[in-house]
């Protein structure tokens, strides 16, 4: 069982900046943020192998935001630029210990979750 503690929400204007930090309890193989607005479906917004140098991002945060990690700490971080209304959710923190195959990046993949920090943005 690994245990998610995020941290880093808050509210912002658009055009500003936020970073969330997700620090686990233990190992994980892959780690992930996702976010969920009310009305909708959670959806993914960034990825990586704690291990690797591999990251997925969505269409929607690509060149905005920035996931990485400190290993050390076995932390991961979501660096948020250019925010805009649109990424106003709650945001939350996901890790698995396993590969996850092709579907590594989506929600369903993913066993362990955090309790989510809201992100809000205003015009």
Known sequence: ???LVESGGGSVQ???SLRLSCAASGYTYRMGWFRQAPGKEREGVAATYTGYDITWYADSVK???T???DNAKKTV???MNSLKPEDTAM???AADTAWGG??????ASYRYWGQGTQV???S
Request: with cysteine; charged share 10%; proline share 0%.
């Open 14 to 16: 658009a055009g500003g």
């Open 67 to 69: 996931i990485s990690k």
């Open 77 to 79: 971080y979501l660096q």
């Open 1 to 3: 069982q690994v245990q």
């Open 91 to 93: 945001y939350y923190c």
């Open 102 to 107: 092709s579907s590594w990046y989506r929600a």
């Open 120 to 122: 809000t943005v205003s």
């Open 63 to 65: 060149g905005r935001f």
